[in-house]
């Protein structure tokens, strides 16, 4: 098929033809295509098919305001043929139809209307209940439009992210946003410009119209030179906005260049003022047929001759609302396309005598007072029936392409994800910002305005609006006044045209109100009827607004239409909620190129080097065993029984200093925190307000008004916050500092511990000079001065190694230096749970829970019952259920030999009640049997009690097993090793 | 051939100055309860009062999973309940509630989370709802495309699959319920905006609306995420923190995601909805608030988890972002109480993000609760007074934090 050559405003380059293919044959387009406009021009006309009738549809919108040219490219559902740009090789197949979209075998479905009201779904398929699974995937299979595989890969091209920061956040690069851009630019403020387009100047961009000496274009293209000159101003083309969200953050993203289509990247720009310059689109004018293949908007014809030389029919009808309309078809006939009538929805209004002056001169019939009431032809458009809007007689024509619109309708997306209040305005016909958001400025075309100098102008009062609003930095406010008297000055917004719909609708013909969920004029009668009679309920009910499209087609006309069939007023119609992201964007460039955030600790190399099999834990990857035994038993053999070494970097470790300091531990931890004394550790634990466990660790104190803490990993990151709010009405004089990060720490553990330490450093570290729970500072090999702490988490002598984190790697070589005699070996948090579990240990959240106490779980002991003056936090809660009946208690578990063996999560059950659950059990080599901590109800938690357990992790699979319940501390009950 | 002759589903009614019952809230819980008040106790004088248009709140803006896969047997007893009424009430009300009983499958991204799933699992079974351990092969087969691999920040441990659950077209309940509710008698006021509730004597009188005072001898608080506030005119604090939880569906495509799935770790769970596409939901915002605003951030934080989860995701488009409010209790559990302090006053509120499938069960306790003035059984577990006996349900293992510190 042959292309125009429309010359200047032309984007596609004929001496540059593209190979693509459609359905398997092969087709031709040019560069600068899309996708869709290479189709069409390629001969293409019934793109795909609609999801509920199956009718053709084709080319009807040019941005994705529909979903008919929606298609499979490069095996990638749902692309959108409208936006995409054309490549060479392309494979384009149409979606929800086998083979060719000219004959679909489901196109009988069309017929069956009658049979499909609005909502019909639910009235149906439900009795026999039985037969209803039948029916829900036969619905199933033919909703939806794009095939997916699952196990296939998409969009693998680079992603990037850009974190934007802005003055001002311009969208829309059309004459208004450009004018507004300049203007804060040359305010100096940081500008950044967002066009979804890869060029600047919007409409004007194919409008020919000679306007105070030259065509519109070039006035477009000097204003986008001025502004790509511009030093404040940034200019983003391809770059749809997704949303304005609160604070004005403005998202959206770049699509890949022509060059490098796979390349997109997310992008938020955080904005202090938004000037929204989105223009119009057109509004579809609702009559019989109006989705016919060859029903196309005003923009889509006028763009696809003057954009892409493509000639969009040969005998075009033209059922208008404006005089860009008017402009359009004059255009179109300039171009040699024939016009076979223009009919105009308004019966005056129009432009100028130059207007008819040019309809004249062409002898193009017109006629005001007019609209198409139905199109002819099924699988493409064929002729057409004009009628007056006020009745009498139709006439009938003949025509290849039927462009239709009821006027231009702003796009108030961006307004709307902004929450500007938007109100219907009787002059412009549309809806427009009764109210703006702090910050939130618009201009252009979508205020009404239709004259160019006053698009510009409205711009640069909104740029000099900006720039007041930013204040300050302006240097000559004054002069923000001038574009607004000027402004003024200019003729201002035009009046709209009111049409609903077009004449003579429905009559046994389909008139569609939404083009991507098959909703007609007639559905929208059904939902009133059905008492589904707002628009946000008809959205519901029948789909109006829900598809691909969203508002864009459906929106305004929807509300109108509603309150018209209502009879209420239509400045009453309300439409519904638009709702982000306004560009769909695909969920690989929201994801970014996917950062794996976490913290390492220290020795993750030397880890590593010994064969570490990381897990993460919280923010951290940490070594969970070495080697493949996952169950540890050598690893936890050799702390037994010999020394092996721990990498502990990630517990938590604070310095809390100043005036206040013991007021605020004996704020938060249970114990009485004044016994914490210089060189030794003082265990104790916080709890929440409701008594319930949130962290443990040691306490010690370091100088007057100086403790050094631990606790756990997972609490290191909320501890500072946790003791600011719980004592934020204290006024309290301390400095809390996070030192979790800076140290690293590493614990020496088993019977050899000390005499691995004894080769590390000259203190003395003798059982009298350093006994249990003991804190010193050792110097350790060549200088290193490292906190050590005598503790026990693991029921062997252990010390603990704290030291700024790049010393510790050196420690570590050293601990394994001198361990190489006793074979010292690290062990993983594996090992350390079944460690610290024979000991009877607690871990937070493994063996507490929100329906657990401090008391609960048998560590009352540490709470300093006495102490009324700290206000301890969750004091009050313990006091309230200490002796409450019915509460889960930890208790020690011993497995009856010959049983199957429980596992974590096993229920403790009481005939079919259940009455606890085991939160770790294991085969213990050190025991010589399986042990379980439990949390049972009081009732069962005393020693000696034998409990039933038993887990089904598939119905039917039951496995049961007996215990008896014995104190928790299995190992070494009395401390000895931990003393020794 | 009742589908072709659109009728509406419920009828307008006049606003009567007193009804022997009046709930407030015209979503699932409200309706539900008004339904079996008229249905099962043949009250005839009952309203719902909804300030907006029923269906507005958290009934229209959840993702329409549904499940009894609760931790505790006191909640899977009665969510099992609630899955079991809707092919009952979709025959009853004569109105196809698109049940999809597709399943469900939480999956484990860690030792701890497996743990917590086979408790589950055995919790399950025990009281004779399927509910099935799964390991990463097996995952694999329920949802096809997930990775497996060790490329995710969170890998795959395995699942929890859950055969009785599914979705519902969550628009459809509310239609439906008060197609039913209206058919029995049940007024309807949309655009009625409660703005006091009267007492007398300790006994609840009625309510000032903005349509006018309401009399009524009980009084139902079924008000979703404004339920504390609701609440709070009376003076009664409830441990209820609202917070947005946002929710988006992506372009349509024919199925391929033929179970709900969520992640725990990466705080999305997601469905592919009869029309084809994929619903999906996210964690809550932290900061207590009533705004029902969508955040960019999770837009972008859900398509991160989604593409790690199944990378086939990356070839989708998010096509739309909402979000409602889920009033949240510190045990994630409800409260429905007939107990507090105003003879003839009730509530349910609390439901956090479970007030979708737990609805027309809830409403079918409260309304016998209401209705006899004895708490049935079955709501034992879900008095306001275990917060003050500090006796959480045990509904989630992990110490809940909701915007600040308690």
Redesign the interface.
């Known amino acids: 098929m042959s292309r125009l050559r429309p010359g200047e405003t032309c984007r596609v380059d004929f001496s540059r033809p593209l190979e693509f293919s459609f359905l398997g044959r092969e087709m031709t387009g040019y560069a600068g295509d899309t996708v869709a406009s290479a189709l069409y021009g390629a001969g293409v006309r019934i793109f795909g098919r609609s999801l509920k009738y199956h009718r053709p549809r084709g080319l009807y919108s040019m941005e994705g305001e529909s979903a008919n040219t929606?298609m499979s490219i490069d095996g990638?559902?749902?692309e959108c043929a409208e936006t995409t740009e054309l490549r060479a090789g392309m494979a384009i197949e149409p979606q929800n139809v086998r083979g060719d979209p000219g004959r679909d075998r489901f196109g009988f479905l069309d017929a069956f209307d009658?049979?499909m009201?609005?909502g019909?779904?639910?009235?149906?398929?439900?009795?026999p209940?039985a037969l209803?699974?039948l029916f829900?995937s036969g619905?199933?299979?033919m909703?939806?439009?794009?095939?997916?595989?699952?196990?296939?890969?998409?969009?693998?091209g680079v992603r990037t992210e850009r974190y934007l920061n802005a003055d001002v956040a311009v969208i829309g690069g059309g004459p208004a946003g450009m004018a507004a851009a300049l203007a804060a630019g040359e305010s100096g403020l940081r500008v950044c410009l967002f066009e979804r387009r890869g060029r600047l100047g919007g409409q004007m961009t194919w409008r020919v119209r000679d306007f105070e000496g030259e065509p519109l274009y070039r006035r477009a293209g000097a204003l986008a030179a001025r502004v790509r000159a511009a030093e404040n101003v940034n200019v983003f083309t391809r770059s749809p906005v997704?949303?304005v969200?609160?604070e004005n953050?403005v998202?959206g993203f770049a699509v890949g260049t022509e060059d490098d289509p796979f390349r997109e990247c997310?992008w938020?720009c955080r904005a202090t003022t938004v000037v929204v310059a989105a223009g119009c689109m057109d509004r579809p004018l609702v009559f019989n047929h109006n989705d016919r293949p060859g029903v196309m908007q005003v923009g889509t014809a006028w763009r696809l001759a003057r954009t892409y030389g493509v000639r969009p029919g040969k005998s075009v009808a033209f059922s208008v609302a404006d005089d860009l309309g008017l402009e359009a078809a004059i255009d179109l006939d300039d171009m040699g396309v024939r016009i076979r009538f223009i009919a105009d929805a308004r019966e005056s209004g129009q432009q100028g005598p130059e207007v008819f002056d040019a309809l004249c001169d062409r002898a193009i019939p017109f006629f005001p007072g007019c609209a198409v009431s139905r199109a002819v032809g099924r699988k493409r458009v064929r002729g057409c029936v004009l009628r007056s809007l006020k009745g009498g007689r139709s006439r009938r024509f003949r025509c290849d392409l039927l462009v239709a619109n009821a006027g231009m309708q702003p796009r108030i997306g961006i307004l709307a994800t902004a929450k500007a209040r938007l109100a219907y305005c009787t002059h412009t016909h549309g809806y427009q910002p009764t109210e703006l958001p702090p910050g939130v400025f618009v201009a252009g075309s979508m205020t009404g305005l239709r004259d160019p100098r006053s698009i510009e102008a409205s711009g640069r009062v909104a740029g000099y609006g900006v720039a007041e609003w930013c204040g300050g930095r302006l240097k000559s406010v004054a002069g923000a006044r001038a574009p607004a008297r000027e402004a003024e000055a200019l003729p201002g917004p035009g009046a709209g045209c009111g049409i609903i719909h077009a004449p003579a609708i429905g009559r046994g013909a389909k008139a569609f109100v939404d083009l991507d969920e098959d909703g007609t004029y007639k559905n929208v009668?059904?939902s009133i009827?059905?008492?589904?009679d707002?628009p946000?309920?008809a959205k519901?009910?029948a789909?109006f607004g829900?598809?691909?499209g969203?508002y864009r087609v459906a929106g305004q006309n929807l509300a109108m239409i509603m309150a018209d069939l209502r009879g209420d007023p239509v400045e009453t119609a309300h439409p519904t909620?638009v709702?982000?992201?306004l560009g769909?964007?695909?969920?690989?460039?929201?994801?970014?190129p996917?950062h794996?955030?976490?913290k390492r600790t220290p020795l993750h190399s030397e880890l590593a080097g010994r064969g570490a099999v990381f897990?993460?834990a919280g923010a951290w990857q940490r070594a969970r065993h070495f080697g493949d035994d996952p169950s540890c038993r050598d690893e936890i053999r050799n702390v037994r029984t010999n020394v092996g070494v721990l990498d502990s970097s990630p517990l938590g470790k604070f310095r809390i200093h100043g005036p206040d300091a013991l007021n605020a531990l004996q704020r938060v931890y249970m114990s009485d925190m004044s016994k914490a004394r210089p060189g030794r550790c003082k265990y104790s634990a916080m709890c929440?307000?409701?008594?319930?466990l949130?962290d443990d660790g040691v306490v010690v104190a370091e100088g007057p008004g100086d403790y050094y803490f631990t606790t756990s990993s997972a609490r290191a990151g909320d501890t500072v916050?946790?003791f600011r709010?719980?004592t934020r009405h204290d006024d309290w004089d301390y400095n809390l500092v996070n030192l979790t990060d800076v140290l690293g720490s590493l614990n020496i553990a088993g019977p050899n511990a000390r005499r691995v330490l004894e080769r590390l450093t000259r203190d003395n570290v003798s059982n009298q000079a350093f006994p249990y729970l003991a804190c010193r500072r050792i110097t350790v090999g060549d200088g290193v001065e490292a906190r050590c702490l005598r503790l026990g988490f693991v029921g062997e002598l252990s010390f603990e190694l704290h030291a700024p984190a790049s010393y510790v790697p050196y420690l570590w070589d050293l601990v394994m230096e001198a361990g190489a005699d006793f074979g010292i070996r690290p062990f993983g948090l594996e090992a350390q749970n079944c460690l610290r579990a024979e000991k009877g240990h607690v871990i937070i959240?493994?063996e507490s829970?929100?329906?657990v106490?401090l008391t609960d779980i048998g560590m009352g002991w540490m709470w300093d019952r006495e102490d009324t003056v700290s206000k301890k936090v969750g004091a009050p809660?313990l006091r309230?259920?200490d002796r409450?009946p019915?509460?889960l208690n930890l208790v020690g578990l011993r497995v009856e030999e010959g049983a199957k063996a429980p596992?974590?999560?096993?229920?403790v059950?009481d005939g079919?009640k259940?009455v606890g659950?085991v939160?770790t059990t294991r085969s213990s080599d050190t025991l010589g049997w399986q042990y379980g901590l439990a949390l049972v109800h009081r009732e069962h938690a005393f020693p000696g009690r034998r409990i039933h357990l038993?887990?089904?992790?598939?119905?039917?699979q039951?496995v049961t097993s007996t215990a008896f319940v014995m104190s928790p501390h299995f190992y070494d009950p009395r401390g000895e090793r931990l003393r020794s | 051939m009742?589908?072709?002759r659109?009728?509406?589903?419920?009828?307008?009614a006049p606003l009567e100055r007193h009804y022997e019952f009046v709930i407030i809230g015209g979503g699932i819980h409200g309706l539900a309860t008004a339904y079996y008040l008229a249905r099962t106790h043949g009250i005839e004088s009952v309203a719902v009062l909804e300030s907006h248009?029923i269906?507005?709140g958290g009934s229209?803006r959840n993702t329409a999973i549904v499940r009894a896969n609760q931790r505790t047997?006191e909640n899977v007893r009665l969510y099992e309940e609630g899955l079991k009424l809707w092919?009952v009430l979709?025959?009853e009300l004569?109105?196809?509630?698109?049940?999809?009983?597709c399943g469900t499958l939480n999956l484990g991204h860690?030792?701890?989370a497996?743990?917590?799933?086979?408790?589950l699992?055995?919790?399950h079974?025990?009281v004779g709802v399927?509910?099935?351990?799964l390991d990463p092969q097996q995952c694999a087969e329920v949802?096809?495309?997930l990775d497996l691999s060790d490329r995710p920040?969170?890998p795959i441990h395995g699942g929890l699959y859950h055969p009785p659950g599914g979705i519902v077209?969550h628009?459809?309940v509310v239609?439906?319920l008060a197609k039913g509710a209206s058919a029995r008698g049940v007024h309807i006021h949309q655009g009625c905006e409660v703005q006091g509730i009267d007492t007398s004597d300790g006994r609840v009188t009625g309510v000032r609306t903005s349509l006018g005072s309401i009399g009524c001898d009980r009084l139902g608080i079924m008000a979703g995420g404004y339920g504390s506030a609701v609440a709070a005119m009376l003076g009664i604090e409830l441990p209820i923190h609202p917070l947005t939880i946002q929710a988006m569906v992506?372009?349509?495509?024919?199925?391929?995601?033929h179970t709900a799935f969520s992640s725990g770790a990466y705080h999305v769970y997601a469905n592919q909805t009869?029309?084809?596409?994929i619903a999906t939901g996210a964690h809550m915002d932290p900061q207590v608030n009533y705004t029902n605003?969508?955040?960019?951030y999770y837009?972008?934080h859900?398509?991160?988890a989604?593409?790690?989860l199944?990378?086939?995701?990356?070839?989708?488009?998010?096509?739309?972002?909402?979000s409602g409010l889920a009033d949240m209790t510190?045990?994630m559990a409800p409260i429905m109480e007939g107990e507090l302090g105003y003879e003839g006053l009730y509530l349910d509120a609390g439901w956090g993000y479970f007030g979708f499938k737990s609805g027309p069960v809830a409403g079918k306790y409260m309304a016998q609760y209401m209705a006899s003035g004895e708490r049935p059984e079955i709501l034992a577990p879900f008095r306001l007074g275990r917060f003050l006996?500090?006796?959480?349900?045990?509904e989630?293992?992990?110490?809940?934090k909701y915007g600040?510190?308690?």
């Open positions: 929606f990638v559902p749902n009658r049979l009201p609005a019909f779904y639910y009235h149906l398929f439900h009795r209940y209803w699974p829900q619905l199933r299979r909703a939806g439009t794009g095939v997916l595989d699952p196990g296939a890969e998409y969009r693998n997704t949303g969200w609160g953050l998202t997310h938020e009668k059904e009827a059905r008492g589904l707002v946000e309920l519901r009910f789909g829900l598809g691909p969203q909620t709702r982000p992201p769909a964007p695909s969920l690989a460039t929201l994801a970014g996917g794996d955030v976490h897990r993460r929440n307000d409701m008594g319930q949130m916050e946790w709010f719980h959240g493994m829970e929100q329906r106490t809660a309230a259920c409450q019915g509460r596992r974590d999560g096993t229920l059950v079919d259940i659950y939160c038993c887990h089904e992790e598939a119905p039917g039951r | 009742s589908w072709l659109p009728r509406r589903l419920w009828r307008p248009y269906g507005f229209g047997v092919p979709t025959d004569d109105f196809n509630l698109m049940f999809f009983n860690s030792e701890a497996m743990n917590g799933i086979r408790m699992a055995s919790t079974n025990l399927k509910s099935e351990v949802i096809p495309g920040a969170f077209r628009d459809a239609w439906g992506t372009h349509p495509f024919k199925p391929f995601l009869l029309k084809g596409e605003d969508a955040t960019a837009l972008k859900q398509a991160e989604l593409v790690e199944m990378p086939a995701l990356r070839g989708v488009r998010f096509m739309r972002i909402w510190p045990d006996e500090n006796r959480y349900s045990g989630t293992a992990a110490v809940m600040h510190w308690d």
